[in-house]
């Protein structure tokens, strides 16, 4: 039972232009969602997160959106850049941080 | 500044064989995590410390696998006797606290090859 889905294996997007990678959960009872973004060869790095409380989190050039009537977040790249390019994981959180992670999403910046 | 170390970075073994990857957790970090990676399930977690006590190893796949902390430096993670569908890339996390907005800082990983 996959509680936190990423629909999409993969986006390719041209630089510059803005990238939406969007997740889904199942469990109502997830309270904390984070954004970690993974290069080959190391290991995911945390990148974003919203409190259920909030709706949008903003650091920069990343901004993540919470819609919890939908059960849907999705994490926004504006710009995008090369060196973006890497597989980003959702993640969900109900208690003292035991994170579920979706399959994540291979995301490619063309320059 | 160090960050989570795991060891070694590449495993290859044969099937029926003991296995063990270490970690070492980032200096002052409680709390500890075993994570596996495959093409079938994604990441999942497989077992999580705090204060070197094991807290939760519900995501333990079977008796073939085994985790300690014998310190908090230190942890091992130990698969006997090892089989090919354990094949994958196994993380160590490691957070400064228990809290759900404290952020787990992964290791490079341990690519483990069962032939």
């Known amino acids: 039972d996959q509680q936190v889905k990423q629909n999409s294996p993969s986006l390719s997007v041209q630089e510059g232009r803005i990238s939406i990678l969007n997740c889904d959960y199942t469990?109502?009872?997830?309270?904390?969602f984070l954004w970690y973004k993974k290069y080959p060869a190391e290991g995911p790095t945390f990148l974003i997160s919203?409190?259920?409380?909030?709706d949008k989190n903003e650091d920069g050039r990343f901004t993540v959106f919470l819609n919890k009537s939908a059960k849907h977040l999705s994490l926004h790249i504006v710009p995008s850049q090369p060196g973006d390019s890497a597989v980003y994981f959702c993640a969900a959180s109900t208690s003292y941080g035991k994170l579920t992670f979706g399959q994540g999403t291979i995301l490619t910046v063309h320059p | 500044d160090a960050g989570v170390i795991q060891s070694p970075r590449h495993e290859v073994t044969e099937m029926g064989q003991e296995v063990t990857l270490r970690c070492k957790p980032i200096s002052g970090h409680n709390s500890l995590f075993w994570y596996r990676q495959t093409m079938m399930r994604g990441l999942e977690l497989l077992i999580y410390?705090?204060?070197?006590?094991?807290?939760?190893d519900s995501g333990m796949p079977e008796d073939r696998f085994s985790a300690k902390m014998p310190n908090a430096s230190f942890s091992t993670l130990k698969i006997q006797p090892s089989e090919p569908r354990d094949s994958a890339v196994y993380f160590c996390?490691?957070?400064?606290?228990?809290?759900?907005?404290?952020?787990?800082?992964f290791g490079p990983g341990t690519r483990l090859t069962v032939l």
């Open positions: 410390f705090n204060n070197n006590v094991p807290i939760d």
């Open positions: 996390a490691s957070s400064l606290g228990t809290g759900t907005t404290d952020t787990q800082y």
């Open positions: 469990n109502s009872m997830f309270d904390y």
């Open positions: 919203i409190s259920s409380i909030k």
